[in-house]
């Protein structure tokens, strides 16, 4: 269920809806909105009656939420939610783009990718230090050492962090070193993981599972506002289906679903998506004309070198490129980058 406030509801008369909440055992969640907070309700196992609110002074309305993930859905908070990363935006009007390796290798080479991709108009750096490889014998990343040179290249270009998060084990060193923190496509459904995520007052990005449904997708983005931060962004990555000649089959019908449904953000990867380097442009665009709020895409200054996904990482003049077509999409649908 969702309180409505009045648009001039007092703090009092907000806060004693939520002491009503917790009164039945149940969880608040105040929504701020550009015109009048909302409180959702969570931890109810049926359908609460409308009464027990709407002649609570203050409350405008209480509304049934019809869909299975509420605290992402648009029902609940009709306005996008913009995450402010230290001054970096991501949703809302503009286009945000993240880029860098897709793990982090080198001083050199992260210091080379961001300088690169800051130039271009990046304003987040991506770079896995914690690598979900599908052999235990691929390269698994740096682990701290890694987080330190992200840390290390974000002092250097100003350009906001986004790593992936793997272990819970490593959530604190994670947090520490992270303006954003990155949900692997193999860990959506890793609950426990998610859960711990909403004690985190860092955003997350939360990509697809390759095998997820777009309502599966939502209620793994559900656990994590449902557990306290709503700072989330979502992430189509592509997904897995029957053809081979490309790495995934990227979705780009979830971009508009997607943004019908819920208030998150919503960020493509067409390097993942595609796996193939000189289609990836291709797909950013595409990702851009459909809607997303934002992409992530693997950039290299070597991609023949790359300890891993070369084969689908741009080298920093192909981003360049990609960045200026990618500039023109999104000011032609309306959208400033
Ligand atoms: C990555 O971003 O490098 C990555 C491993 O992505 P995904 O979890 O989407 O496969
Ligand atoms: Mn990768």
């Known amino acids: 269920m969702l309180v409505v406030m009045k648009p001039h509801a007092s703090q009092a008369e907000i806060d004693a809806v939520i002491e009503k909440i917790r009164a039945l055992g149940l969880s608040p969640h105040a929504i701020p909105g550009a015109q009048r907070v909302a409180i959702g309700i969570t931890g109810n196992k049926g359908a609460l009656e409308a009464e027990l609110f709407v002649s609570m002074p203050g409350v405008a309305d209480a509304i049934r939420v019809s869909q299975p993930f509420k605290l992402v859905s648009r029902e609940v908070k009709e306005e996008d939610t913009v995450l402010d990363v230290g001054g970096a ?10 880029a860098g390796p897709c793990s982090v290798e080198s001083k050199e ?34 682990g701290e050492e890694g987080l330190k040179l992200l840390a290390l290249a974000r002092e250097a270009t100003g350009l906001k962090v986004v790593t992936e998060i793997m272990d819970p084990d490593d959530l604190a060193m994670c947090v520490e070193y992270a303006d954003v923190l990155q949900v692997g496509a193999r860990s959506m459904q890793n609950f426990s993981l998610l859960r711990k995520l909403g004690a985190v007052k860092k955003p997350i990005l939360l990509k697809r599972g390759p095998s997820a ?37 990227l979705d780009l019908n979830a971009v508009p679903v997607l943004k019908a449904l819920t208030h998150l953000p919503v960020v493509v990867d067409p390097s993942h ?34 300890l891993s996904d070369g084969h689908q990482s741009l080298a920093i003049p192909e981003f360049a490129e990609l960045m200026q077509q990618v500039r023109v999409i999104a000011g032609a649908i309306g959208r400033p980058m």
């Open 109 to 142: 080479q992260l210091l080379e990718a961001a300088y690169g991709v800051k130039l271009h108009g990046a304003t987040f750096l991506r770079g896995g230090a914690f690598k979900p490889r599908t052999s235990p014998y691929e390269f698994q990343g740096l």
């Open 213 to 249: 449904t777009i309502k599966e997708f939502l209620m793994a983005a559900e656990y994590i506002l449902a557990s306290g931060n709503y700072q989330v962004a979502l992430c189509e990555r592509g997904i897995r289906t029957f053809e081979t000649m490309t790495r995934n089959t």
């Open 89 to 98: 935006k991501l949703g809302g009007k503009a286009v945000a783009v993240m």
């Open 273 to 306: 998506g595609i796996g193939l380097r000189k289609h990836v442009p291709a797909m950013a665009r595409a990702g851009v004309a459909a809607g997303a709020d934002g992409l992530i895409i693997e950039v290299h200054p070597c991609p023949e070198k790359a």
